[in-house]
């Protein structure tokens, strides 16, 4: 592989997606020149400071904190464009016009010095057309890269290489955008919309096209093709709003102009209602209305239309019931559905036959066009639509044999070469040997193992002979090389007496037989915290004996995370909240994803963090005291992240939020490599030596200077009616906490007796009725209540 550092990315136009890959190039450390067209008149740069305002405003951010912003420096082509010679990558995002393109690479060409990498973020237009006429060392050094919208989220990175590209290019661009910008890098022929969009477009216009024929409706539609089937909550036509309608109608005018061969031709044409629509310009959100318009109701309540496709007229939602989706709904893995789905009798599974056994035809036709490796195209799919699942992982959970005899009744047929691997006693695309992904190779007609799959750990691979030990809520797995871990499988992955169970039962076997252990998981979130069903039985029961040994349980293990003799590192991911903060606050090390949301949230239910991270958010706040000044400051910011119930919105942000500590933890660009990762840091600690850590003795609380500054904080906050009544309890018996209690002067406390503190707050919190409304109102509605 070549050996090129990327220090310096120069990005060559700033409207939507310029201006977004800058902010993720930013995110990553590398210094950024942004540039776009000068200003007529005025200050020539205000064109790409605008935008980079606007972007840095959307929701969700496209920057991991504001401070990254220092990385971006914006110009203009007219004066700044000699300035390019110094960086490392320069990636074109100008408009989807090739004679503008080729413009903006001759004036890359007289600038950039010799073997600097070019690439093109064109999502429609050849490469290779862009290629023509430039020099030999500018085609060996040339490809396309094509980011997905928004860069910051989606996973998926396309790269193109033209004949010209130099191989070790390729490679090295494969690398780092796994590596470094945290992306799932799919190697693309350069056909018309390369991977993701050839497929996910056709698939959404076959849809568009079926919806006319089987008369559903929008609200149907997005119910059937949902969380349910592994999908985004915005599922169908919410998505189509949120990208906008245009966006879809020029990818598929632009394939059936360019794919006259392709079967599915005429699919791309548009349905009638859809030309209706782009002729009203209600073209999504960025027109105020599409399949959805949000409107006022005479009572003032914000109300959501959906578009009635036949009479194009706007008319309140209706509710979809379907007895598939119910069979579905306790089934966790997303894998069991697929067999439902196909053998239903209603709707949701007609629309999943008529639209997946097409979608099976299709994408077995588009082998070796768009790809040799089928692999490639389920990736692309995963990544940047946010399935679950690809094509063919829904066609071999559905079975290879059983589709083909059902795609026969739609008029469908699978490629010849399944048919061939059928004939030859393959009963499926993929399958795991040795705990290693394996997919069918059809030139050789054998299985191989997925490229870099040996750099990930994926669990799942793992369950059929790796799991030590099990019980509802968690399994603890070896991962080989003497560290084992514990992953959680109840429902958000909440924290129960099981989950606290397997931690515990993994911290004994690692100190007798094995060198550390990891607890992570591959689930769509880390923990979304405490199991507060429970909590909420017991307290309404009045059992408070069993609820303080729960809480102790909880308290004991998080220590137990600390004080073992073994390192224990934990691989949060997503959503990671109360209980999977505390048990992050307590890791040996947190070796965590970018996309880590953490924080403790208990003031939401009415609590306070109970198992141990009020404690630690003292015992870190007396880390930091120095004077009298700076106490007061550190305790006050410690306890406003507690009482506002503080989440990141990245792991820099669980950082400057104090949730992570200074060389406690590493980021994870790529979620893919996450558990992996892990499981290197757990054996360079035990390599280093690990020694069992001392419990602190030494925690400095405040006392009743403290509690002073806190109730009177909590006293202002009330009369100014910013919070509630309850909220006030809340934040006093937080700062009791904070402060060690009421004592007479600062003094030095030990861990054991801030936990004391923290649990009996905890339990006489749950004593409230309002907590309990609260508690409740998550349960029940799964909305926060303020009361």
């Known amino acids: 592989m070549m050996n090129k550092k990327i220090n310096k990315v120069a990005v060559l136009?700033?409207?939507?997606?310029?201006?977004?890959?800058?902010?993720?190039?930013?995110?990553?450390g590398v210094e950024v020149l942004l540039l776009d067209v000068a200003?007529?008149?005025?200050d020539k740069n205000s064109i790409v400071n605008a935008a980079l305002q606007t972007a840095v405003k959307t929701n969700p951010s496209p920057v991991y904190s504001k401070k990254v912003l220092t990385k971006i420096v914006t110009g203009n082509f007219e004066d700044d464009m000699p300035k390019i010679s110094g960086?490392?990558?320069?990636?074109?995002v100008v408009v989807e016009n090739l004679d503008i393109k080729k413009k903006v690479f001759e004036q890359v060409e007289q600038y950039r010095k010799p073997g600097t990498l070019v690439t093109s973020n064109t999502s429609g237009i050849p490469i290779h057309l862009m290629a023509e006429g430039r020099s030999e060392d500018f085609k060996a050094n040339f490809c396309g890269t094509h980011f997905f919208n928004p860069p910051r989220y989606l996973r998926l990175l396309e790269i193109i290489p033209t004949p010209y590209?130099?191989?070790?290019?390729?490679?090295?661009?494969?690398?780092?955008?796994?590596?470094?910008?945290?992306?799932?890098?799919?190697?693309?022929?350069?056909?018309?919309?390369?991977?993701?969009?050839?497929?996910?477009?056709?698939?959404?216009?076959?849809?568009?096209?079926?919806?006319?024929?089987?008369?559903?409706?929008?609200?149907?539609?997005?119910?059937?093709?949902?969380?349910?089937?592994?999908?985004?909550?915005?599922?169908?036509?919410?998505?189509?709003?949120?990208?906008?309608?245009?966006?879809?109608?020029?990818?598929?005018?632009?394939?059936?102009?360019?794919?006259?061969?392709?079967?599915?031709?005429?699919?791309?044409?548009?349905?009638?209602?859809?030309?209706?629509?782009?002729?009203?310009?209600?073209?999504?959100?960025?027109?105020?209305?599409?399949?959805?318009?949000?409107?006022?109701?005479?009572?003032?309540k914000t109300e959501i239309l959906a578009l009635d496709l036949k009479t194009l007229e706007y008319r309140p939602q209706e509710k979809v019931k379907s007895a598939t989706l119910d069979l579905t709904k306790s089934m966790e893995n997303v894998r069991d559905r697929m067999k439902v789905f196909a053998s239903g009798k209603d709707k949701?599974?007609?629309?999943?036959?008529?639209?997946?056994?097409?979608?099976?035809?299709?994408?077995?036709?588009?082998?070796?066009?768009?790809?040799?490796?089928?692999?490639?195209?389920?990736?692309?799919?995963?990544?940047?639509?946010?399935?679950?699942?690809?094509?063919?992982?829904?066609?071999d959970a559905v079975g290879v044999a059983a589709a083909i005899e059902g795609m026969k009744k739609y008029g469908h047929e699978a490629a010849a070469w399944v048919q061939e691997m059928l004939a030859a006693g393959n009963t499926s695309f993929y399958k795991v040997e040795d705990g290693i992904r394996k997919y069918y190779d059809i030139p050789s007609k054998s299985y191989k193992a997925v490229p870099g799959a040996e750099e990930f750990i994926i669990l799942d691979n793992l369950r059929a002979n790796k799991v030590l030990w099990k019980n509802s809520g968690a399994s603890i797995i070896d991962l080989g090389d003497g560290i084992i871990n514990v992953e959680f499988h109840s429902k958000m992955n909440t924290i129960g007496g099981d989950t606290l169970q397997a931690i515990n039962k993994a911290i004994d076997m690692a100190e007798k037989d094995y060198r550390g252990v990891v607890i992570g998981n591959d689930g769509a979130n880390f923990s979304a915290g405490a199991n507060v069903g429970m909590i909420f039985m017991m307290a309404v029961e009045q059992e408070w004996e069993e609820l303080n040994m729960a809480v102790r349980m909880f308290q004991n293990t998080s220590m137990r995370i600390r004080y073992s003799s073994i390192p224990v590192v934990v691989a949060p991911h997503n959503l990671t909240l109360g209980g999977g903060c505390e048990f992050s606050l307590h890791a040996d090390h947190v070796q965590l994803n970018a996309e880590t949301y953490m924080g403790l949230v208990e003031f939401g239910v009415g609590v306070i963090p109970g198992g141990g991270g009020t404690k630690e958010f003292a015992l870190r706040a007396s880390d930091e005291f120095k004077d009298d000044q700076i106490m007061q400051g550190v305790l006050r910011d410690r306890f406003l992240t507690i009482g506002m119930a503080k989440v990141s919105t990245s792991a820099v942000e669980a950082f400057e939020l104090g949730y992570l500590q200074k060389d406690k933890y590493s980021v994870s660009m790529n979620r893919s490599r996450l558990i992996a990762d892990a499981k290197a840091k757990a054996i360079e600690l035990a390599d280093a030596g690990y020694t069992k850590p001392v419990q602190r003795k030494d925690i400095k609380v405040l006392g009743k200077q403290g509690l002073g500054i806190i109730y009177a904080g909590a006293n202002t906050m009330y009369s100014g009616h910013?919070?509630?009544?309850?909220?006030?309890?809340?934040?006093?018996?937080?700062?009791?906490?904070?402060?060690?209690?009421?004592?007479?002067?600062?003094?030095?406390?030990?861990e054991q007796y801030l936990l004391d503190l923290e649990r009996e707050a905890f339990l006489s919190l749950c004593g409230e009725r309002k907590t309990l409304e609260r508690i409740q109102s998550i349960v029940t509605k799964g909305k926060p209540l303020r009361n």
């Open 39 to 42: 200003a007529k008149e005025g």
């Open 722 to 750: 910013y919070i509630s009544e309850h909220d006030k309890k809340i934040s006093e018996k937080l700062g009791w906490v904070m402060c060690g209690g009421d004592l007479s002067s600062p003094t030095e406390v030990t």
């Open 87 to 92: 960086y490392d990558w320069i990636i074109e």
């Open 165 to 300: 590209t130099k191989p070790e290019l390729v490679d090295f661009l494969m690398h780092y955008g796994d590596k470094f910008l945290g992306k799932t890098t799919v190697l693309c022929k350069d056909t018309p919309a390369f991977i993701a969009n050839r497929v996910g477009v056709y698939s959404i216009m076959a849809l568009l096209h079926l919806v006319e024929k089987m008369e559903l409706t929008v609200e149907e539609v997005d119910k059937f093709t949902g969380p349910a089937l592994g999908r985004p909550k915005s599922a169908t036509f919410r998505t189509t709003d949120v990208v906008g309608l245009d966006t879809m109608i020029k990818v598929s005018k632009g394939l059936y102009d360019n794919c006259p061969d392709d079967k599915a031709h005429d699919l791309f044409k548009l349905p009638v209602y859809v030309e209706k629509m782009e002729a009203n310009k209600w073209l999504g959100d960025k027109t105020g209305q599409g399949f959805y318009k949000k409107t006022k109701s005479a009572e003032g």
């Open 348 to 395: 949701a599974a007609e629309l999943f036959r008529a639209s997946f056994f097409g979608l099976f035809e299709y994408v077995s036709d588009r082998i070796p066009e768009i790809s040799d490796e089928l692999y490639r195209i389920d990736d692309a799919m995963r990544a940047g639509f946010a399935w679950d699942l690809g094509p063919f992982e829904v066609w």
């Open 13 to 28: 136009g700033s409207g939507i997606m310029g201006s977004r890959i800058a902010c993720h190039f930013a995110n990553i």
